[in-house]
């Protein structure tokens, strides 16, 4: 059974850094794309980064670029974060997805697989 459990949130002042994990499990982890992706409140669903399965190819939004750092243990099966320089913006629910669970279009994007199989996401909150 796929599931999907995210960790490493929680409230940190602007400038704060904080690092998230997955854990999936009932997936072939290490060898499929990966990615992390976030919904501010009263938002839509934003993609933040995707990985390859070596690892050796990263991708990132714009708005976190130079800030984020995607990462993956594919002995451990797990899936990181590295969040620094953090902003009130990246205030958001953030979930890890395998990349083809979602679908971005030219202004937003979409779930291609439904919610009930997505994990439950790690909150994180930037607020002085």
């Known amino acids: 059974q796929e599931q999907l459990v995210e960790s490493g949130g929680g409230l940190v002042q602007p400038g704060g850094s904080l690092r998230l994990s997955c854990a999936p499990s009932?997936?072939?982890?290490?060898?499929?794309?990966w990615s992390w992706v976030r919904q501010a409140p009263g938002k839509g669903l934003e993609r933040v980064s995707d990985?390859?399965?070596?690892?050796?190819?990263?991708d990132y939004a714009d708005s976190v670029k130079g800030r984020f750092t995607i990462s993956r243990d594919n002995v451990k099966n797990i899936l990181y974060l590295q969040m620094n320089s953090l902003k009130f913006e990246d205030t958001a629910l953030y979930y890890c997805?395998?990349?083809?669970?979602?679908?971005?279009?030219?202004?937003?994007?979409?779930?291609?697989?439904?919610?009930?199989?997505w994990g439950q996401g790690t909150q994180v909150t930037v607020s002085s």
């Open positions: 990985i390859d399965p070596l690892g050796t190819t990263t």
């Open positions: 997805v395998p990349k083809g669970w979602y679908y971005c279009g030219r202004s937003r994007c979409y779930r291609t697989r439904d919610a009930s199989a």
């Open positions: 009932g997936f072939t982890f290490s060898n499929m794309y």
